[in-house]
T-cell receptor, first 115, second 113 residues
Framework: KAGVTQTPRYLIKTRGQQVTLSCSPI?????VSWYQQTPGQGLQFLFE???????NKGNFPGRFSGRQFSNSRSEMNVSTLELGDSALYLC??????????????FGPGTRLTVL | QKEVEQNSGPLSVPEGAIASLNCTYS??????FFWYRQYSGKSPELIMS????GDKEDGRFTAQLNKASQYVSLLIRDSQPSDSATYLC?????????????FGPGTSLSVIP
């Protein structure tokens, strides 16, 4: 079974630009969560989508947004990029949402550098 | 108090020894606990999940959970140089049906040949 895929793997942008990252979950998985990982802050939750609906949101500004499509693929968008947005953005898929017994599997990540 | 804390590293153990990684969490109603391994430059990889008090073994890995003490640990027996990585503890609560998973800061493990 193919794992979680994320595109692009690497991205370089300049301040003020916007960026869209894509995530395809494991086949049969319907929940997608997004995380930001930086050396200083560690792994921080951005949001979770299930059945095309945002189910949970972390403490990030409104510049960070996402959506999920009917095939469970998800995209996240960051507008008006800031230097501090440079990070590894990770997508994790799980079978469902709303269950405590729900293992998440991570994709390879997108490394975003903002210049 | 941070929601999920892990023992500060880096942790160095000789090859063949037992590595012990610890994690404490603040939300008493948390029910799901996960250990991930992350190699440098790679994404986290799920090693173990544990939901009930006690021990859960999988190969050289043993996860231990004590909900009363709000403590979860990961033991790696017969440590190998390939175990050198950062280990992330993750906790999921049940305050709402869609509670998010909170990750600890990670403990860096180095297994010395």
């Amino acid at each position: 079974k193919a794992g979680v895929t994320q595109t692009p793997r690497y991205l370089i942008k300049t301040r003020g630009q916007q960026v869209t990252l894509s995530c395809s979950p494991i086949s049969g998985h319907r929940s997608v969560s997004w995380y930001q990982q930086t050396p200083g802050q560690g792994l921080q939750f951005l949001f979770e989508y299930f059945s095309e609906t945002q189910r949970n949101k972390g403490n990030f500004p409104g510049r960070f947004s996402g959506r999920q499509f009917s095939n469970s693929r998800s995209e996240m968008n960051v507008s008006t990029l800031e230097l501090g947005d440079s990070a590894l953005y990770l997508c994790a898929s799980s079978k469902i949402a709303g269950s405590s017994y729900n293992e998440q599997f991570f994709g390879p990540g997108t490394r975003l550098t903002v210049l | 108090q941070k929601e999920v804390e892990q023992n500060s590293g880096p942790l160095s153990v000789p090859e063949g020894a037992i590595a012990s990684l610890n994690c404490t969490y603040s939300d008493r109603v948390s029910q799901s606990f996960f250990w991930y391994r992350q190699y440098s430059g790679k994404s986290p990889e799920l090693i173990m999940s544990i939901y009930s008090n006690g021990d859960k073994e999988d190969g050289r890995f043993t996860a231990q959970l004590n909900k009363a003490s709000q403590y979860v640990s990961l033991l790696i027996r017969d440590s190998q140089p390939s175990d050198s990585a950062t280990y992330l503890c993750a906790v999921k609560g049940v305050k709402t049906s869609y509670d998010k998973v909170i990750f600890g800061p990670g403990t860096s493990l180095s297994v010395i040949p």
